[in-house]
């Protein structure tokens, strides 16, 4: 079933190869060009293009590997100096590339719902759901990523935890990370859970004497991690400063230049009202500049609030992980790892510091697996899936892509509210959408609206060269009440019992 329903998604891949794509195309060209010519220890110094080399040295040595296999299509695709060069054949190849790379992550699918054993449940629905992502549809093959193998990555590393297989769980999160950093959101849950079940043995921590049983399974599991990060940064252990600083660049500003749908979205516009408010009450001398909505990268000051630093950023998320974490330490469940993955993650990208709106997925995934399994799961998926992959849709910001994003996100959405209310008969109200109250489907129905607004009456009312930027806070500030609402249901119930969730 999952190889059928991989087969029928490779094909609507295909149809999207002449899409329109982003820098992110001319990114990882460069990085094929990079890693092709130059010596390894040139790697994270070469500036010929703006788009540097920012990702770990596992990554990198993935686009050398992919370099080999693109000389068969194009040789100029490799040529340093050929800035912005979209050659077909590049574009063939980068594009097959992706779709070919999304066999991990349908293995890491399969084995999940190996682990999650609910008949049709995970034979049908759960394969379905996971596969068809519109939301890695429209990052990998529409605006050009290589998200879904790394995705397949982390699928493999839960299942492999769901089946005690700690030290093959713990290989497949490490080489994550040197993939791909971001993946860091996920590391307190790993950390706990490993400590707790694998290194103490689900002993408690007031029981000081430790077995020999312990002491290896704790030396066993420092070697996995400590052996994958010694053989990535080994190349560069004469320079590694200057991969920190390229992984760590802490002068982009706060927030992306399309605000994610975050904490910080809303602190922005609250900064921008308070300074609006007491410009007119004549308590604030001066104009606000167009600066955090500009959708530039980098560095801006705040109006009237204080400025969030990334230290700020780093206390907010760990205080509100913590208490993740104590909970954790006392359950010992999978699926209450799975939970923990999904709200540490979903934390750090509500109050972390630049996050990606791309980042959601890494919430996302996780509770898709979850949602099979309990109806409050199946109700944040249902939730934070509309919200999240609604709040991707600027980044396909062509007229051409308005049919096909709307498209992916409707279909997808159907199916999912069908296919769980089919799995939970119960209706909360017979004028709500499925396992859902009024509120939160008047909520999803408003995105509706937002829609509209953005695409024709926006135009309609000329504001397209006043507020050019209005739809996108719109779209960043209505998104993040959603995902803020999901947060706060998902942290309350699992701060009461993760296993009763």
Known sequence: MILIIALLTSSLK???????????????????????????????????????????????????????????????????????????????????????????????????????????????????????????????HIHFQYNGFMYGILLLSIADMCNDRFLKSAFWFVVLLNLKHIYVYASPAYFIYLLKTYCLCNRPISDVVLTQKCWSNTIKLGSVVIGVFVISFLPFYDHLPQIISRLFPLKRGLCHAYWAPNVWALYNIVDKAVFFAASKLGYHKGEAKAAMTGGLVQEYSHLVLPNITPRITIIL???????????????????????????????????????????????????????????????IFLILSTVGYYSLFPLLYPKNLFLVKTLLLIIHSLYSF?????????????????????????YLFSFCLIHTYEHFIHNLLDFQNKLPFLPLMITSVYCSVGVIYCWILYFIFSSKDLSQL
Not at 44 to 55: H, I, N, P, V
Not at 336 to 347: E, K, P, Y
Not at 421 to 430: D, F, N, Q, V
């Open 317 to 379: 998320s760990l205080i509100f992980v913590l208490p993740l974490m104590v909970k954790l330490w006392k359950l010992k469940c999978p699926t209450d790892f799975i939970r923990c993955i999904a709200l540490c993650s979903l934390t750090a990208f509500l109050f972390g510091y630049h996050v990606h709106e791309k980042a959601i997925l890494m919430a996302i995934i996780p509770i898709t697996i979850l949602s099979v399994r309990d109806p409050l799961d199946a109700k």
């Open 14 to 140: 295909l149809l999207l190869m002449p899409a329109y794509y982003s820098t992110d195309f001319e990114v990882h060209r460069n990085w094929l060009s990079i890693t092709h010519n130059l010596p390894v220890k040139r790697w994270y110094y070469d500036d010929t293009s703006e788009w540097t080399l920012d990702y770990p040295p596992l990554f990198a040595w993935f686009e050398y590997l992919l370099s080999y296999p693109a000389q068969f299509f194009d040789k100029n695709m490799l040529v340093i100096n050929n800035l912005k060069y979209e050659s077909r054949e590049t574009i063939i190849f980068q594009r097959l590339s992706v779709i070919f790379m999304d066999a991990v992550y349908c293995y890491g699918v399969h084995r999940c719902c190996k682990v999650i054993s609910k008949g049709w449940r995970t034979d049908v629905v759960l394969p379905i759901l996971l596969i068809t992502n519109c939301g890695l549809i429209m990052l990998d």
């Open 418 to 442: 069908h296919s769980l209310s089919k799995m939970y008969t119960m209706k909360i109200c017979k004028y709500s959408l499925p396992l859902l109250n009024i509120f939160e489907s008047f």
